[in-house]
Structures are given as structure tokens and as C-alpha cells.
Nanobody
């Protein structure tokens, strides 16, 4: 009923930039928080950045000053602008959104399929 589709991952050299996008589609009534997480195989998924519906943002310490999260509520889309990329930013990045499908729905978390980011030295 609800899909989150990510795009924008790829291979980039250290110091470069990438922009990730995540669009929600399907039976979307309302979206609250939207965020980006990352996970290396075998490790716990960790928060990278999150934005509320009102635009308040929060970042992991490791990406502050380098990454910027933003959203377009009209398009149900969240973005992650990643600058000054480091080798240690290499990960699979997942989008998460808290989505209500009806006016009576309290909302629950939906995840995208993940997009791979590889930063080479």
C-alpha cells in the first residue's frame, strides 16, 4: 500500500558529493518524521539525519556540517545532500518515514529498500 523508493546512491571519491532522494507513494494520507539511516552488513542500523514535518532537523555527530536533510512535503519526498564524503561514510543508506494511510491511522514506520553509497580513497 505504501512504498518508499530511494535513489541517488553510487560510487564517489573521498571529498565528493552525492544527493539521495526518497519518495513515498501509494496510500499516503500524512507523513510525520522522515529520515535517513545507514547500515554496514552485520552492524546495527544507525540514524544519519531526521526531519520533522515542520522542518526541525537532527543529525548524527559524524555528519554534522557535511550532510543536509530536507523535504518537499508536496512531493512526499525527503533528500539527503552529502558533501565532503569520507571513506567511512560507505554504507547502505535507508530512508524511513512515519506514514498514516487514513485519517484514523496513528501512523507507523515504513522503510525503503536501501541505496548503496561507496566512497573511495
Amino acid at each position: 500500500q505504501v512504498q518508499l523508493v530511494e535513489s541517488g546512491g553510487g560510487l564517489v571519491q573521498a571529498g565528493g558529493s552525492l544527493r539521495l532522494s526518497c519518495a513515498a507513494s501509494g496510500r499516503v494520507f500524512a507523513i510525520d518524521d522522515m529520515g535517513w539511516y545507514r547500515q554496514v552488513q552485520g552492524k546495527q542500523r544507525e540514524l544519519v539525519a531526521v526531519t520533522t514535518k515542520g522542518g526541525t532537523t537532527n543529525y548524527a555527530e559524524s555528519v554534522k556540517g557535511r550532510f543536509t536533510i530536507s523535504r518537499d512535503n508536496a512531493k512526499n519526498t525527503v533528500y539527503l545532500e552529502m558533501n565532503s564524503l569520507k571513506v567511512e561514510d560507505t554504507d547502505v543508506y535507508y530512508c524511513k518515514a512515519e506514514i498514516s494511510t487514513t485519517v484514523w491511522d496513528a501512523g507507523r514506520d515504513y522503510w525503503g529498500q536501501g541505496t548503496s553509497v561507496t566512497v573511495s580513497s
